[in-house]
């Protein structure tokens, strides 16, 4: 059973188009979080969610829009995608927002052409 | 500004020879720091969580350890299987739950 799943793994796509990822978990957890990581491997988050509620939104463009449907949930919508934007995305989860042991999926590469 | 600085940056060892990685930090206020394994391909897999100075957490050939300004990540007699990316995060405290990340030591051991 994958406790933090995203689709898709990876992603091509030009520039100017949208697009969306998806994130689920299993693990009944009550804080779900977006990071970006780039070619030089470096994890900074974007977005934290607890319970369907925002609670950090970093320094992102507002391009970047994350929806949290229900607590299992959340998904990370992106316009007008630019060369930029090509990184590896993950989400992750934790059991709540002070107890931060977070599990993360595997990622989704975003390359953007 | 919470920072988070790991050395070295890269590290090759030969199976069985112990090494240490180090993880220094300025935070205001640690809630946390937290060691990470990444493989090629693969998200972040959670290794420990250490709370206050003087604290030490085990795992199979990994140790960790903590004191008010750095954490060391002891290798003892690695084998290629260990082979990986290792993150150091902390957790300061705050309002919200924020992993501040470091750049990660890529450590390869070989036969």
């Known amino acids: 059973d994958t406790a933090v799943s995203q689709t898709p793994k990876y992603l091509v796509t030009q520039m100017g188009n949208d697009k969306s990822i998806k994130c689920e978990q299993n693990?009944?957890?009550?804080?779900m979080y977006w990071y970006k990581q780039d070619s030089k491997k470096f994890l900074k988050i974007m977005f934290s969610y607890n319970n369907k509620e925002l609670i950090i939104n970093e320094t992102v463009p507002n391009r970047f829009s994350p929806k949290s449907p229900d607590k299992a949930h959340l998904n990370l919508h992106i316009n007008s995608l630019e060369l930029g934007d090509s990184a590896v995305y993950f989400c992750?989860?934790?059991?709540?927002?002070?107890?931060?042991?977070?599990?993360f999926g595997q990622g989704t590469r975003l390359t953007v052409v | 500004e919470d920072q988070v600085t790991q050395s070295p940056e890269a590290l090759r060892l030969q199976e069985g020879e112990s090494s240490s990685l180090n993880c220094s930090y300025t935070?205001?206020?640690?809630?946390?720091l937290f060691w990470y394994r990444q493989d090629p391909g693969k998200g972040p897999e959670f290794l420990f969580t250490l709370y206050s100075a003087g604290e030490e957490k085990e795992k199979e050939r990994l140790k960790a350890t903590l004191t008010k300004k750095e954490s060391f990540l002891h290798i003892t007699a690695p084998k290629p299987e260990d082979s990986a990316t290792y993150l150091c995060a902390v957790l300061h405290t705050g309002t919200a739950s924020k992993l501040t990340f470091g750049t990660g030591t890529r450590l390869q051991v070989t036969l």
């Open positions: 935070v205001s206020g640690l809630r946390g």
């Open positions: 693990l009944g957890h009550d804080t």
């Open positions: 992750a989860s934790s059991p709540g927002d002070r107890n931060t042991e977070a599990f």
